[in-house]
């Protein structure tokens, strides 16, 4: 062969290489906290591997005051929602029949913000520290009310019921914990401490974050940097 043509076949697989490395590196949309345009990129590459995230994984109940940082917030709800296939709006947790019916809050000192994975931005939906209530009605557990930031995943059941039927409840159950372990291993990743609750009186739930009737709280993830 050619040396010639050698030598542009090997620059022709370093280029694919080099363009391969950009891809990795590039970032999800911005997203925004509390007021709108608080710029806060997510990283679809930050953090470390998958293997070491999970042999770290452990249910942290013991948390700095330390606030999270608006990027931390942001890279936590990508992880539970955010969107990964822009033509199809596919998303990081898999959904029977691609409906979605996960709504993504997170309570903060500040107030309630409500999570949209299509413009990967948080708008507020209360105002006010309610994480005293947000402790009662989980049954008293301190580190809900104690933890910088709790993610709280609510299922809309109807929008799968649509298609599934009487099925469409273990469907959005079955959901939850994917988008629940997203943010768990994604908190690893990021040097936190989580935990998954699911024992609190979900009408409590839903009154303390004031959630619209058809959103029925599901999980509630606490997380912070570990004491």
């Known amino acids: 062969m050619d040396t010639s043509l050698i030598l542009l076949m090997v620059l022709g697989s370093l280029l694919v290489v080099a363009s391969m490395g950009c891809e990795d590196a590039n970032q999800a949309p911005p997203a925004s906290t509390g007021s709108e345009g608080d710029a806060s990129p997510a990283n679809a590459n930050g953090g470390m591997g998958l293997a070491d995230a999970l042999a770290q994984r452990r249910s942290v109940r013991s948390f700095k005051a330390d606030a ?29 029949g691609a409906l979605y019916p996960l709504e993504c809050y997170v309570v903060t000192a500040d107030g309630v913000d409500h999570y949209d994975p299509g413009s990967n931005t948080l708008s507020r939906h209360l105002e006010g520290d309610v994480r005293g209530g947000l402790q009662a009605a989980a049954l008293g557990q301190r580190f809900v009310g104690g933890a910088p930031a709790t993610f709280v995943l609510c299922g809309v059941v109807t929008r799968t019921a649509a298609k599934y039927g009487p099925r469409a409840e273990r469907y959005v159950w079955i959901e939850a914990g994917h988008a629940g372990q997203n943010i768990l ?30 959103h029925a709280p599901l999980y509630l993830i606490p997380v912070g940097a570990a004491r």
């Open 68 to 96: 999270l940082s608006a990027e931390q917030i942001a890279q936590l709800c990508w992880a539970a929602q955010g969107v990964t296939g822009e033509r199809m709006g596919l998303r990081t947790a898999p959904s029977a």
């Open 185 to 214: 291993l994604q908190a690893v990743a990021l040097g936190l401490g989580a935990v998954p609750v699911g024992a609190f009186d979900d009408a409590r739930v839903a009154e303390v974050l004031q959630l619209p009737p058809d």
